[in-house]
């Protein structure tokens, strides 16, 4: 049986796609989450799960940090984002970090379920408009780079690096995670090693870099 999650925070949309789902692929079965913890927790739990529909806003999850901590932890399932945004540059971003396809809010149910199938069929969905958009924005050397980086990243690392990334000292990541502050210190040491960097604020410089404001479009 196939198995999605939907990851989104808004009740209504949630419904739409798992209707997408249900009638795109016969007998799927169907998980919900409304914020990033849960939505890592379900695959902890749920090795069974094929695709998941994700959200690129929900609570936990900002711009690309999502995407990018579901691929470098759970590489063997597909991620199909689902936004509001519909700029070219963050669709080919979106791809650059791993994600199997692009669904626009804006999209028709019929191309949900278009996606969905192509998707859990090991293939690639962008509406046409975003495909022909894309066919002329080449990916970006260091949004690639970047992506292989955080690949290497545990999971427990990847939280210890978001926390960085808050400003928390190890002493406050450590009650936070409920771990031992040497445990602390030897991810960061762990997390500036896998992802070349030197310090705090270069590992937050490259953690912002997965924003979709203005400012750190490239």
């Given amino acids: 049986m196939t ?20 009638e795109s692929v016969q007998g799927c079965s169907v998980v919900e989450a409304a914020d990033l913890a849960s939505v890592l927790d379900i695959l902890a739990h749920d090795t069974d799960i094929d695709l998941v529909l994700l959200d690129l806003h929900m609570p936990g999850s900002q711009g690309l940090s999502g995407l990018a901590t579901l691929r470098g932890q759970h590489p063997g399932v597909a991620v199909l984002v689902v936004s509001a945004h519909e700029e070219p540059r963050i669709v080919r971003r979106a791809l650059d970090h791993g994600a199997a396809g692009y669904i626009p809010k804006s999209a028709s149910p019929g191309d949900i379920a278009q996606a969905i199938r192509s998707v859990l069929e090991c293939g690639n969905w962008l509406p046409r408009d ?28 990847y939280r210890v690096l978001a926390l960085l990334g808050e400003g928390l000292l190890n002493k406050q990541i450590a009650d936070r995670l409920t771990i031992q502050e040497r445990t602390v210190k030897a991810h960061v040491t762990a997390i500036f090693e896998k992802l070349g960097v030197r310090n705090r604020t270069q590992a937050g410089v490259l953690l912002r870099s997965l924003d979709l404001s203005d400012g750190a479009m490239r």
């Fill in 130 to 157: 975003l495909a022909q958009a894309l066919a002329a924005l080449p990916a970006d050397p260091a949004d690639v780079d970047l992506a292989s980086r955080l690949a290497r990243l545990t999971e427990q690392q």
């Fill in 3 to 22: 198995r999605l999650l939907i990851a989104d925070d808004h009740p209504l949309f949630r419904a739409a796609l798992r209707q997408a789902a249900n």
